[in-house]
Structure formats: C-alpha cells, structure tokens
C-alpha cells in the first residue's frame, strides 16, 4: 500500500531567475524592460467583457494581428502561454526523432529540461572560447536542432547567411531559432521562412513589449509546421491564451512608435554600459541583447553576485561549468545602470 | 530532404465547443455560466501594475487565497491554465505505470485525448444504463484512476461513500476527482484528502466562477502531489499564470455571496427547466451539474441539434457511441431556457 510514489514522473525543474516579492530594489537578474509596456494595455483592459466566455480556442484575433504585422498568412502564426510554453510545445511536435536533438552547451537552460521531461535525446555542442556556435558542430545526423539568437545567456548573435547554412545541411528536421532577444539590434530569420519549410521562429513579448506579467510568446513558420502545433495544443489545453492576452496582445502591436523608442533606449543604454565595464576590467563578447554577459578580469563574479545582492541589487549568476564565473546583467534604466555601476565602483575599491 | 515530417507528434486533437464569434445568439453548447463574473474582476484589472515584470513563478497570492478558502495549507494547491492545464499536467505527472489508467467510457472526452498524446496506456468502464459509474471496475489492476463528479456530460453525482470505497481499493496509485461541476449541488470530495494521500481534487474557475475567459484551474492534495505537479509545471514553463489570473483569481474568492447567488440562481433554473423537460417528452439522469443531458422518446437529438443551430441556438451533440441521441443542454438564465423551450415546442410541433 501506498506505492502510488512509484509512477510519478521525477524531473530536475528549471530554476527561474529569482523574482522578489520587495519593489524597492533593482532588477536585473530575469531580462525584463525596464520601461511599462504601451499605454494600450490600459486602454484595453477597460474594454474587455465577456470574462464568463470560453476565449477563442484559435486565438484569432492576436494570431491575425501577429500576421498582419510580420506579413505573414494567419495559418503560419502559433500563439502561447510565453515562448516558453510556445518552445515546450514545438518540443512535443517536433522532437520525435530517435536521433538526439542538438543545441549549444552554453545556452537557454530550459532546452535539456524540456528534453528530459518529454524524454528526447539530446547532444550539446560546445560554444567556442568567444561563445560563438560553430556551424559544423550541427552538420552531424540529428533528430533537430535549436538556438537562441542572439544566444543566451552570452548575447553573441549569428548573421542570416550562418543560420541559411544549418538549414541547407538539415532539411529533414525542424530547426527552430528561438529570437527572445531579435528586438535589440538582431536580424530575424523571418525572410528564410519562405525559402526553408523546416525553420521555426519564435519570439516574446516578455522582453521588448515590455509584457512578461501578460505571457504571450509566438511561433511563425509554414502553415503544416503551425497546424502540427495547434493539433497539440488542442490535446493539451484547448484555451491556452486568456482573454486579457488575445485583446492586450493584438493592441500592443498598434504602438510601433512606443516599441521603437524603448527598444531604442534599452540599445543605447546597453552601449553606454558596454564601455563603462570596460573601463572597470570587465570583458564580454558584444552582446546584441538585452543583458551583458561579463567576467572580470580578478574579482569573482560568485562574490559580485552576492555582494550585490546584500545591496538589493539582483543580477544572475550561473553555477555551470564553463560560465561560472560570469554574470548576466539585464540592461535597465540609465539610472538604475549608473547605481549598479556605483555598486561596482565601490565593490572593487574595497578589495 | 524534406522528411522533418517523420518526427512531428500524430495526434486527433480534442475537438472544443464551437465557439461563435457573433454575439446575438444562445449559446447553451460550452457550460459558461450566463451570469457575469464577481465586479472584484473590473476593480481588480484596473490596480495591476508591473506588466513588464515576470509573474511569481509560485502564483503564490492566488494558491494563499484558495488554500484559506479551502481550509488547506498553501503547499496543498497546485494551479494552473484552466483545469484542463491541471489535469494535462497531472497525466503526466502521475501516470507512468505500465498498467492502464481507468475511466468511464461516456465521460469528459479529453481524457482519452491526454492518454494518447503523452502514450500512457488506458483502458475505458461502461457506465450502467443509468449512466451510473460502477465501483467494482474500479477495483481491477491500474495505473491510476480519474473520473469526475459530477460525471459529464451527463450531469450525475457519486457521493463521498462511492469515493471513499474506490481510494480504499487503489491505495498504489493516484485517484483524480474532477469536480468542474461540484458547485453546483454536489458535496466536494476535500474531505477525504485529510485520509487518504493518493487522492487528487481538481476544481476551476470557467463554470461556478462565471470567469471561463480567464483560464484558471487548480488541483488539491497532499503536499507530496502538489510538489510533483509543482516539478513539472517549472519543467515545462515557469510562469503559466499570468498578472491578471493571479490578481483577479484570488479577489473574486472574497466574494462569496454573489459566488453563492450565481449558483444557486442556475440551481433553480435547473430544477424548473427539468420539468419543463419532463413535459415535453425528454428523460434524463438527475444532473447536479449546470448541464442537462437529454433524450428525447421520439425526435432525433442529432435534429434537435442542427434545428437549434438555425435558430441561433447552440447545444452540445456529441456524435458517439451510447451518446448520439443525446444532447448536453447548458443552463442558462431563465429567459435563456424560455426560449430554448419554445424552439423545442415548435420543432415538436412541426414534426
């Protein structure tokens, strides 16, 4: 009696990033923007009704402005809980291959959990000593492939003709380039969807639209990609978007203008920030993302982390091989940065 | 090239309710409840701040807020996407024996689609002539069991003995109670979690709450279930509840008088609109759901069905085996009901 412990499935979660309830403090340990989303959301909450409603199960209404806006048909846009959910279903869809899936050594933490939970064989590639992926690394037979790019939590970005030569050599499974970051100085593989069948692009909202509290992520891909999705979602959880994301989510994508300048802002601030570490012995790859990913070159970045921490300042710290000795700092405000670099300043006087 | 298709996940997808865009009709085909949810829901939407910041990860506000209103502990709620959320993320938690998992062959018809898509292997009991589950084919070997109460769609009760002599005989594996309905006149099998550690409660928001547009569901047990479901869940997205389902879903619980208004109102509704049935020559089971599935002695359902829809009036049919003369009728207001009589009345009329 009582063996019921037996069946159940034991996993290694995924950490998150600390999220502390206290508000007086700064930030920049999960990537959000520091700056609040479009003045839409507002606006569109007070006009949501229908609350006792089922939502519609497609989505229709978010999928279709989605489409419209990166110009693409509604039958290639997948919409879910977060790109995170959008990533665990495409796992499901796609990874069913005996062969392992391959993704970098160095890169989003939640690919191998995904791949445990699900049970997909898995390969990691090491990142060179730069953090950059190397092509050849996934010419070797798989069962599909991911990256992120820019990559996290390194910032390193590939070009286009980079990411058309892994598709060229992997035409018989998915490859899904994961582009959470795309929105701050990246190109998009958007334009390959045309040419490559095989190629899923996923973005967020949860970092340039400044929504992560709303969850909305999205895939884009060709329309037997999308509806092999879709057929998932609607054997798992028929009505994933909540009525606040589909009316939010499409509102937002109105404010081009609001998007532009913040994303701006965060660019520039990332740029200034990039010489104020170098200036106090940090050194990084050129991140094209919203963090920076640093060691320095004598302090401990396990003894920054905490030491910053006691000052109410959160980055992320990695306990990895390979990365433990680096930080991922989100980029925030001027001002929040200038604290930080403060912090930093005084840090390292004291040694 | 061009076999990425090999590797996509083959699944038949659960079929949703329709859900018709145009706003000018009765809609009695999904379960929603026809009154509006709580006024906490606007008053809470318009105090949510920090959209740009991830959710607690926990939903620890709302799973507080359950657990005070359910007299547990906090580590006894597990919430999640809608219960459908909870429920496909407790098929994969805890049912990974080799042995079939139970359930009744007329019942919620996700099950089988949830047992397909992560490959747990099931096998279906016939419910009695009266629709009535039996206990004793509960008592074989299995790998789990799940059922709800009240049973749908056809709206009938088990009471707390059924319950209790069904965990007695399975004490080596996870029960699941899916009490979706038990709001509306039937008794909550809660008590039981106090005696027996296997049991799993699942409850939701879409139906007594008025709030299927919101998308929460949560499940109750010992802390032991609720810390596995809690694994996964970090395994497969961190954050599945969003700023307004965390925020919204824990306000509405303070209040309990409209909570009990709203229900009690689709009670009586119910039991008039049983008779009214009676009259017109449909038998049915006594449901203690807000749904009545009906027979009619002479006309088709599947008539009925498509007649209805004509008039803009939209029922559940479900074209299977034991249920195709059936129809899943949602109680609505009572003006609702009023008309759908009087089509009935016609339609029998013209026949």
């Known amino acids: 009696m009582g063996n019921w412990r037996d069946n159940i499935r034991q996993v290694v979660p995924y950490t998150p990033g600390e999220q502390p309830k206290r508000t007086n403090l700064i930030k920049l340990n999960t990537n959000e923007n520091p700056y609040p989303p479009s003045k839409k959301v507002q606006e569109t909450m007070d006009q949501i009704t229908g609350w006792r409603l089922y939502p519609d199960p497609a989505a229709s209404k978010l999928v279709h402005a989605l489409a419209e806006y ?5 039958d290639q846009v997948f919409v879910g809980v977060g790109s995170d959910d959008v990533l665990a279903m495409s796992f499901m869809t796609f990874f069913n291959s005996d062969k ?3 993704f970098p050594d160095i890169t989003y933490s ?9 049970k997909i064989p898995y390969k990691t590639k090491a990142l060179d000593e730069h953090f950059n992926i190397k092509s050849e690394d996934y010419k070797a037979p798989n069962g599909g492939i991911i990256f992120p790019n820019p990559n996290a939590p390194t910032g390193v970005l590939v070009d286009l003709d980079f990411i058309e030569d892994i598709l060229k050599a992997n035409q018989d499974v998915i490859v899904i380039v994961d582009e959470a970051y795309i929105d701050f100085g990246g190109v998009s593989a958007k334009p390959l969807l045309k040419k490559y069948e095989n190629l899923l692009v996923v973005q967020t909202y949860s970092k340039s639209r400044s929504l992560a509290g709303l969850r909305i992520g999205y ?9 092999a999705l879709n057929d998932v979602k609607y054997s798992f959880n028929s009505y994933t978007m909540n009525q606040p994301a589909i009316a939010i989510g499409a509102a937002v994508l109105e404010d081009e203008e609001y998007f532009r300048e913040t994303t701006e802002k965060i660019i520039h601030t990332r740029e200034w920030f990039k010489n104020e570490m170098s200036e106090l012995g940090f050194s990084f790859e050129d991140s094209k993302s919203n963090f920076l990913f640093v060691t320095h070159k004598s302090a401990k970045a396990k003894d920054i982390f905490e030491a910053a921490k006691e000052k109410d300042i959160f980055v992320r710290y990695f306990d990895k091989p390979r990365i433990d000795n680096y930080l991922r700092i989100t980029i925030g405000t001027d001002e929040e940065m200038k604290q930080f670099l403060n912090f930093v300043r005084a840090f390292l006087g004291e040694e």
């Open 110 to 118: 939640f690919y191998d959990v995904w791949a445990d939970l699900f």
């Open 100 to 102: 392992p899936i391959l």
């Open 219 to 227: 895939a884009m891909g060709n329309s037997e990609l999308i509806k």
């Open 70 to 74: 990166h110009g693409l048909n509604d």
